[in-house]
């Protein structure tokens, strides 16, 4: 009996390992250094959204300021938790940094705890982030 639990131990550390290795390879497939912004339209000329949680679309930029995709916003019509829905949003996306026009102090709070940079500015966000990738 002991001899088939020696054997179980050892097939099951070697399979932690292969699902490791695995995992690895799914993180790197996506940038680690996205940017996110939220804005009023789809493209990169538009305006940066007032509100972070209710914003119409977030912009996903890559560390060079090259437009990846355009998403809608999952929290723009819900009632409550807006501010949790984008978060978990952005934890999704691989996103470091985000720039909205305000940030309530929920969404604040659940950014830091998430290890994810928050900026206010205004204006288009094509600009802003052009600004913002050359610091």
């Known amino acids: 009996?002991?001899?088939?639990?020696?054997?179980?131990?050892?097939?099951?550390?070697?399979?932690?390992?292969?699902?490791?290795?695995?995992?690895?390879?799914?993180?790197?497939?996506?940038?680690?250094?996205?940017?996110?912004?939220?804005?009023v339209e789809e493209t990169a000329n538009s305006q940066i959204s007032e509100i972070a949680g209710k914003a119409p679309y977030y912009l996903i930029f890559d560390e060079k300021g090259i437009l990846l995709q355009s998403i809608k916003n999952p929290a723009q019509n819900s009632r409550r938790n807006s501010s949790s829905l984008v978060v978990d949003f952005l934890v999704q996306e691989s996103c470091k940094t985000v720039i909205a026009g305000k940030f309530g102090t929920k969404m604040q709070k659940q950014l830091k705890a998430n290890n994810i940079q928050f900026y206010e500015h205004e204006g288009i966000a094509k600009e802003v982030l052009q600004s913002f990738t050359k610091k």
Do not use: G, H, P
């Open 1 to 39: 009996m002991k001899k088939y639990f020696k054997v179980f131990y050892i097939m099951l550390f070697f399979t932690s390992l292969l699902f490791a290795e695995q995992k690895k390879d799914v993180n790197l497939t996506k940038s680690s250094c996205t940017i996110a912004v939220a804005a």
